[in-house]
Each structure stands twice: as structure tokens, then as C-alpha cells.
């Protein structure tokens, strides 16, 4: 007996990733191309169909194998139509789905790549087999995906589950979806960066101006400096982690998940940004809502869009006969 095997697409400002999944969550056959975003939609397209094409021809899948696309941006899964993306220039209205069917002959199940993550996360990651969790991106912004009763929820039009873009404090740092408060104005890279190239020039920023040398301040200069003792970097970094313990304080009170995963590149942070926000978790939420409760780091690493993409292909609810 084959095992089912589906096409898988990671979309990025950067690379299009693709591979060949199963059921099971080998990846094979995979692929990468630069995405050469400055050339414009069209010239993109092109470039993921004929990644797919590559890719289904040397694993010989067949124009009826389900095919997931993890693409970032507002996305109407329900239509293929990527509405815009900030990675990806004049990507506005782009109906994503239609041209790649055109070109490559194959029907794609299309989505955000954070919703993407979830539905990995809950089918291959730490939260297999886990039917109620949220999944929290922390990288250069903050993306999410919602898994309720075994079901990815994004609402009426696919553009749900914007969890980075939740208002955490109503006098909040600007964000920059031009929304005031956010979690992601908080947590994210650029916001910790931002934070952190405040105290760099002052008395107290000693240590991060050592650990960043000649180079930019980054979150990973900060967890460094953090890591050596430094006081300063370390008050940032409880800052993001309490901004973060407040926006699942309230997904806890909303949608009672029994796990929390966290993933994106600021990962690198580790228990110093996870810490402050285990500890402020339950100033924000009931306590029969977090009874059980799991808070964990992602284990699928670079690879998360790609199970996501896979997931989304296999379908959008846990249920194996899909």
C-alpha cells in the first residue's frame, strides 16, 4: 500500500521552498528557488509553478496530488486571493490560487502561513494529537493559528487569527500595521531591537553595545547580553515576555487551548522571553480556563511552513480520513 504522499509549498520573501510530504511527515524531493520578489507577482507565480512542476516530476505525483501553499499575508483561503503581503512587492489583489492552477494544471489549497503553522503544529509538531492549541510565530513580526475541536478556525474570510496584531496595551508602542499596542510592536524582532537600540545609548546599554559590536543590534544581541548578566537587556527582554503572557492570557480566556506553541526565529530567546511570560500568564486569564495548560517551543524549526503547507493539503481539521 503507497502512503499519501502531497506537494507542499513555502512561500517567503526570500526562497519558495517545496518538498514532497507524506502522511506521515517525511519530507522528500525537496527544492528551493530565490523568490526574486522585486520583479513582481507574475514573475513569482511562474517561479513556484515550475518549482511544483519540478518537483511532482522527479516524484512522480500525478496532476491529482492535493497540493498546500504556506503563503505570508492577509490570504482568503476560500478564493487563493493574496489581498497584500509587505514582504512581497505589489502583491494587492493577487488571485494566487487561479494563476498557479492555470499554470501547473493542479488545484492548491492556498492559506497564511501562520495558519499554516498551527494546523502543522497540531498534526506533526509538539501538539500532534492535540485537538485544542494556538500557535504563535515570533520572528520579524508575529503571525498566528488557531486549532479549536480539532479545527483550524480563521473566520468568514480566511483572514482570522491574526494573533500578533492583538492589543496588549491601549497605550502601546505604534506597530507597524499602524495599529497602537500590538503584541507584535512588543514581542517581535524589531520591536525588541527597537527597545533594545534605546538603551544602547544610554549608560545602561554598555553590554548590548559590546555584544553588538561593529554589526546592528538584533534580538539575538539582546539575549546575548542577557545571558552574560547584563540587567538592562534583561528588563527588555521581560518587557516582550510579559507582553507576550498578556496576549495568551486572553487566548487562554477566549479559546482554552491545552497547548500554547511558540516558534520563529525568536526562538533564540529561549526561557528568557518564555519565563516572564509563563509568570504573567495568570494575571490575564481565569484559572479554571489555564488549568492543564502547556506552554513549549516548536520543534519543527525551518521547516515549519512546509508541514503547515502539508497539513493544509491533507485538509483542515485533524480527522485522518482527510
Not at 480563521?154 to 497605550?171: C, I, Q, S, T, W
Request: glycine share 16%; aromatic share 4%; proline share 5%.
Amino acid at each position: 500500500m503507497h502512503t499519501r504522499r502531497v506537494l507542499a509549498v513555502d512561500l517567503g520573501g526570500t526562497n519558495i521552498r517545496a518538498a514532497v510530504v507524506s502522511a506521515e511527515g517525511e519530507l522528500t524531493h525537496r527544492r528551493q528557488a530565490l523568490t526574486g520578489a522585486a520583479e513582481g507577482p507574475e514573475a513569482v507565480i511562474g517561479r513556484i509553478a515550475a518549482l511544483m512542476d519540478a518537483v511532482c516530476g522527479e516524484a512522480g505525483l500525478g496532476l491529482d496530488a492535493p497540493v498546500g501553499v504556506a503563503a505570508p499575508g492577509p490570504i482568503n483561503p476560500r478564493t487563493g486571493v493574496v489581498h497584500f503581503t509587505p514582504n512581497l512587492p505589489d502583491w494587492h489583489e493577487v488571485p494566487l490560487g487561479e494563476r498557479l492552477r492555470q499554470l501547473s494544471g493542479r488545484t492548491v489549497r492556498l492559506a497564511n502561513d501562520g495558519n499554516c503553522a498551527g494546523l502543522g503544529e497540531a498534526r506533526f509538531g509538539v501538539g500532534k494529537g492535540t485537538a485544542d492549541l494556538v500557535y504563535l510565530a515570533l520572528g520579524t513580526g508575529v503571525g498566528g493559528g488557531v486549532i479549536s475541536g480539532g479545527r483550524l478556525i480563521d473566520g468568514a474570510n480566511g483572514l482570522g487569527a491574526e494573533l500578533g496584531h492583538v492589543v496588549v496595551a491601549m497605550d502601546g508602542p505604534r506597530c507597524t500595521c499602524g495599529g497602537i499596542g500590538c503584541l507584535e510592536a512588543f514581542a517581535a524582532g524589531w520591536a525588541i531591537a527597537r527597545d533594545a537600540e534605546v538603551v544602547a545609548g544610554t549608560a545602561d546599554g554598555i553590554a548590548l553595545q559590546r555584544e553588538a559590536g561593529s554589526g546592528p543590534i538584533t534580538a539575538g544581541t539582546v539575549a546575548a547580553a542577557a545571558r552574560s548578566g547584563d540587567p538592562a537587556a534583561r528588563r527588555i527582554l521581560d518587557r516582550a515576555g510579559r507582553a507576550l503572557g498578556a496576549a495568551i492570557g486572553g487566548f487562554v480566556n477566549i479559546f482554552n487551548p491545552a497547548l500554547v506553541v511558540v516558534g520563529g526565529g525568536v526562538a533564540v530567546l529561549g526561557d528568557l522571553l518564555l519565563d516572564p511570560a509563563r509568570a504573567a500568564i495568570p494575571d490575564h486569564c481565569f484559572a479554571a480556563q489555564r488549568r492543564g495548560l502547556r506552554l513549549e517551543w516548536s520543534q519543527l524549526g525551518d521547516d515549519t511552513a512546509l508541514y503547515g503547507a502539508t497539513a493544509l493539503a491533507l485538509g483542515r481539521d485533524l480527522d485522518p480520513a482527510n
